[in-house]
């Protein structure tokens, strides 16, 4: 998803024009959002593999409050890029500052510079941006839903939120934001914001494989409109123009978008459970590993306490029953089921994955990877579980770790590591890694 995205400071009916480039990604993992981390105190690596280390953040918030509270100004900006960041060469503190400056830049030109940015959703919305583009995607998106909580319209600030959601996998979420500006009388008189709109919608879908043909239709329709709406030489014409055609192929059932991204009822891009042998082992009607589509239309997924034997064992009904449970995003009772089939059996994969699933659901991050952990150690080729473990890293702001182990997948089960796409996962953790 490329586009360039500009994030408007309003006081008094005047704007500030913030421009900042928007990373390119795809294929982001889709577990829940964690809870957001204080970038100033949080141990190891940035979250989602932010080149910006928390500490390099926190002076980056040190000098962006400066200039918001009017005591940097442009007089004074230099010397004190040169005093924080002196190991750093002009041309590299200019890149690495790039949001900061222009804000400056802006606030000048409006007369406004040496002034303070009392507290509201326009402070609020010039921090959102600096945490966005250095790529901390969780925190960026509390801070927008905060100041669309108190104005559902200010502007741009839903635009900028559906990408984080894309970023953070949760396309359906993205969709959800993009329509709302579409779709907003408020939203309508601003073209450049309905344009953005228009084309993060097409671009959510053409980059997720497996999306619901009405989703693929909303693409398609936001993109056409698009190609009427925009300037012949805007940027983005010729991205558009190419990727329409595999929203049309995709529209038909065919070329990658028609592919299924995941299995069924998956909370994430990860396997739901059935493959291997254990308390899931042949549970699944349909046979082992057989995918669903993200189509609504699709018929529901088959519970796993249905197609258990008639003498299945307690293990296996707590175990069938939390992982029904994750599929009906029924959280309490999952931990509540996976918690008694652990207590049957400790060392049970199935149990101790879906435990994981249901911590990386509700925030807990570093329970998920534990859980996970004792997974592994318990049955090794238990697949889901070096494949949600992976999802984990990312979430952890652990990329290369998520590469280990995806690529221990690929190693032990290659016709798993191939059905789940996991080349693409470890090329975007590469990426972030970087």
Known sequence: MRKHHQTRFHDAGRAFVVVALLASAACLEPPGVGRAADPGKAPGPAPWGSATT?????????????????????????????????????AQRKRSLTGVTQLLDDLNKSGRAGQRIEAGPDREMAVGQLYFSERRFIEAATIFSKILDAQPTYPNARNLLARC?????????????????????????????????????????????????????????????????????????????????????????????????????SDADGDDGRDSKGALGGARPAGPGAPMTNDANAAPAEKRVAGL?????????????????????????????????????PRSAEALTGLGRVYVQTGRIDEALRSFGEAIKANDSYMPAWHYNGMAHMLSGSPAQAVSSWEKIKAKDPAYFARFNLDKRIEVARRMSQ
């Open 309 to 345: 034997a008639a003498d299945a064992s307690p293990l296996q009904r707590a175990v069938a029953a939390g992982w029904d449970a994750l599929d009906a995003k029924d959280l309490g009772t999952a931990e509540e089921q996976l918690n008694e089939a652990k207590k049957l059996d």
């Open 54 to 90: 928390n500490q390099e953040l926190e002076k980056k918030l040190r000098l962006l409050n400066d200039v918001l509270d009017g005591t940097v100004t442009p007089e004074h900006l230099a010397a004190r890029m040169q005093k924080d960041w002196p190991e750093l060469d002009d």
């Open 165 to 265: 959601f894309f970023f953070l996998g949760n396309r359906d979420r993205t969709i959800e934001e993009l329509e709302y500006v579409l779709t907003s009388p408020v939203h309508q008189q601003d073209k450049e914001e309905v344009l953005d709109a228009l084309f993060l919608m097409g671009a959510a879908v053409a980059e997720t494989p497996g999306m619901s043909r009405e989703n693929l239709q909303k693409a398609k329709g936001a993109w056409d409109t698009y190609l009427k709406l925009a300037p012949a030489d805007a940027p983005m014409v010729e991205h558009v123009k190419k990727g329409m055609p595999d929203l049309e192929a995709g529209l038909r059932g065919e070329g990658p978008l028609a592919q299924p991204l995941v299995p069924i009822a």
